[in-house]
């Protein structure tokens, strides 16, 4: 097959890649070896993690579409109260993690629909379920991607003039021979206060598998999963206890926090106040990642709420999950720690009445679009990373080190961002790193190899470091890097040059981020002041 732009992995990422591609008029081929498009916002059930002021500003005009477009799919197709069908910024999960936490399919329907028009016009190939496993490079560029049947049929060999790497870690990167760094650098490369003195490749951010649940009568106890034993005990070293409770350090303080878990509370909707700058929200554990509260929907739509489970007791620290020979046990065993956790809420949980166990814990693989009840694809929160024309670093943003001057207003500046530095523990033996950081920019050279010409990541795979990556993962951000990409292997199609060129040429990048703004991608955080 051939097309103008390939995109290999179909996230989020590398689906604003693709319809930013598309928009301009390209014929594009897309990838993705799970069932669904959309992957931490679906495959993965990772509601969005998002800035404070998404509803106003902060995010690209295609993003927005796509929350518009999940609040008016749930208007259109669900049974809501009156009440809840008037609110402005629906939240149907009532979650407090976002200002939006909805089943994850609703968000698979919308992204569907706005990649239709072109799958229907022939200008969009979309090949599901194939994963990349090899490339044809020459010299610095990247000729063509084979892709291979998830479930055995067969492979398929794409070629493009650009290929979008997308993929949540980095498959191209080892595949085309592309410089890449992994876990922490060493703060004599990159100058952050947080980071080691020596470089860590192999402490990497723990990943996790996403699970949904509700409550309901009757005993929905699975079956006691083989290694169960060894998870109840598991502590790490510097958690303070054991991994299963509910009690855990807070990720900024480290003291030991005792979380609630209170399924089905007869709470309001429209009271939750889903902003972290406010409060993390994770005091009731059920409300805090909760894609679906009952009381949003006319009595008896729904017998329970639906929450989703991402919580720290989940969070994979035996090893990486990539770039290690048993990558493959650690998926599996991050999968059987999951299943262990639920099995513990169901049966050793401590209860508000005193009792222990919550046998009617229902495990909601119909809402994961699984058959085994968890979320199709692990969360992963930290990929491969090209080393890049500009590397973004912790000094860049964070808010101990810039204080009143903000982040560093990078002049090639191709979107925006916010969120604090959050890094889970880690593979290495880390505890949480938790550092405010200043509303960024997203440099257009973090998108460029340092060496490759017409590769370019479109995910969590660009130029950060361990430590910026903390900041720069989350949804919105993801998808304007994605955009952004799509955007720039079209424009240098029209143009007739170069990414590396765009960034060098004060006319061509000039254009080029022009015709980001003209297709509503912010550039620059917004100053308020008289006029």
Request: with cysteine.
């Given at each position: ?7 290999i992995?179909?996230g989020?990422g ?12 390209r014929?594009?081929v ?9 992957g ?5 059930a990772?509601p ?8 106003q500003?902060?995010?690209?005009a295609?993003?927005r579409a796509?929350?518009d ?11 809501l ?16 993690v976002s200002?939006?936490?909805?089943e994850?399919?609703v968000a ?5 629909a706005?990649l ?9 190939r979309v ?5 990349p496993?090899?490339a044809e490079?020459d ?11 998830r ?12 290929v979008?790497?997308a993929?949540?870690t ?11 760094v992994?876990?922490?650098e ?8 947080s ?10 951010q723990?990943?996790s598998?996403c699970?949904a ?5 009757g ?5 006691k999963?083989?290694r169960y034993?060894?998870w109840?005990t598991y502590?790490?070293?510097?958690w ?5 409770s509910l009690n855990?350090p807070?990720?900024r ?6 979380r ?6 007869d709470?309001d909707p429209l009271?939750?106040v889903?902003d972290q ?18 009381r949003?929907f006319?009595d008896?739509?729904y ?9 720290p ?15 493959t046990?650690h998926?599996?065993?991050a ?7 639920l099995y513990?809420?169901?049966?050793e949980a401590?209860r508000?009445?005193?009792?222990t ?5 229902r495990l ?11 979320a ?8 491969r990373?090209?080393?890049?024309e ?8 964070s808010?101990a080190?810039?204080?009143?001057a903000?982040a560093?207003e990078?002049?090639?500046?191709v979107?925006?961002g ?12 880390d505890?949480?790193?938790d550092?405010?950081s200043?509303?960024f ?6 998108l460029l190899p ?7 990541p ?6 950060t470091?361990?430590?910026?990556n903390g ?10 890097v994605?955009?952004?990409?799509g955007a720039?292997?079209a ?12 960034r060098?040429?004060p ?5 080029f981020?022009k015709?980001?703004t ?14």
């Amino acid at each position: 097959m051939e097309a103008d732009v390939l995109v290999i992995g179909g996230g989020l990422g590398g689906v604003a890649a693709a319809l930013a591609a598309l928009r301009a008029g390209r014929k594009v081929v897309l990838t993705e070896e799970f069932d669904w498009l959309g992957g931490q916002l679906t495959s993965q059930a990772v509601p969005p993690d998002e800035n404070s002021w998404v509803e106003q500003f902060g995010a690209t005009a295609s993003y927005r579409a796509l929350r518009d477009g999940i609040r008016h799919y749930y208007r259109r197709h669900f049974p809501l109260t009156e009440r809840s069908r008037a609110w402005r910024h629906l939240n149907p999960g009532a979650g407090h993690v976002s200002r939006l936490c909805h089943e994850p399919r609703v968000a698979v329907a919308v992204l569907e629909a706005m990649l239709a028009p072109y799958r229907g016009s022939g200008r969009l190939r979309v090949l599901q379920p194939y994963r990349p496993v090899s490339a044809e490079t020459d010299g610095d560029r990247v000729g063509a991607v084979t892709v291979a049947h998830r479930d055995g049929g067969g492979e398929i060999t794409v070629s493009a003039p650009y290929v979008l790497d997308a993929t949540e870690t980095g498959e191209l990167l080892p595949l085309t021979g592309t410089e890449y760094v992994t876990g922490f650098e060493a703060q004599s490369e990159t100058g952050e206060p947080s980071a080691p003195d020596v470089a860590q490749p192999l402490n990497m951010q723990a990943a996790s598998v996403c699970f949904a649940l509700d409550h309901v009568d009757g005993d929905h106890t699975i079956d006691k999963p083989a290694r169960y034993g060894f998870w109840r005990t598991y502590q790490p070293d510097f958690w303070g206890g054991p991994l299963f409770s509910l009690n855990a350090p807070h990720p900024r303080t480290k003291e030991i926090v005792e979380r609630q878990f209170t399924p089905n509370p007869d709470d309001d909707p429209l009271a939750v106040v889903a902003d972290q700058r406010l409060s993390p929200g994770d005091g009731n554990l059920w409300t805090f990642r909760r894609i679906a509260a009952r009381r949003n929907f006319t009595d008896g739509a729904y017998e329970s709420d639906i929450t989703l489970v991402n919580w720290p007791m989940i969070d994979y620290l035996p090893g990486p999950v990539f770039d290690v020979p048993d990558a493959t046990e650690h998926l599996t065993a991050a999968r059987e720690l999951s299943y262990s956790f639920l099995y513990w809420l169901q049966t050793e949980a401590p209860r508000p009445d005193g009792g222990t166990g919550f046998p009617g814990l229902r495990l909601r693989g119909d809402v994961m679009g699984s058959a085994d009840g968890l979320a199709q694809a692990p969360y992963i929160r930290e990929s491969r990373r090209i080393r890049a024309e500009r590397t973004v670093v912790e000094q860049d943003l964070s808010l101990a080190v810039r204080g009143d001057a903000g982040a560093v207003e990078y002049p090639d500046s191709v979107g925006i961002g916010m969120y604090r530095i959050d890094l889970h523990p880690s593979t290495g033996g880390d505890h949480y790193l938790d550092v405010a950081s200043c509303p960024f920019r997203i440099p257009l050279g973090a998108l460029l190899p340092e060496r490759m010409e017409n590769l370019l990541p479109a995910g969590k795979n660009i130029g950060t470091t361990h430590i910026t990556n903390g900041c720069y993962r989350l949804h919105p951000v993801e998808w304007n890097v994605g955009e952004a990409a799509g955007a720039l292997a079209a424009f240098c199609l029209e143009r007739g040059t170069s990414p590396r060129s765009v960034r060098g040429t004060p006319d061509l990048l000039a254009d080029f981020q022009k015709r980001l703004t003209d297709q509503g991608v912010e550039l620059r955080w917004p100053e308020i002041a008289a006029y």
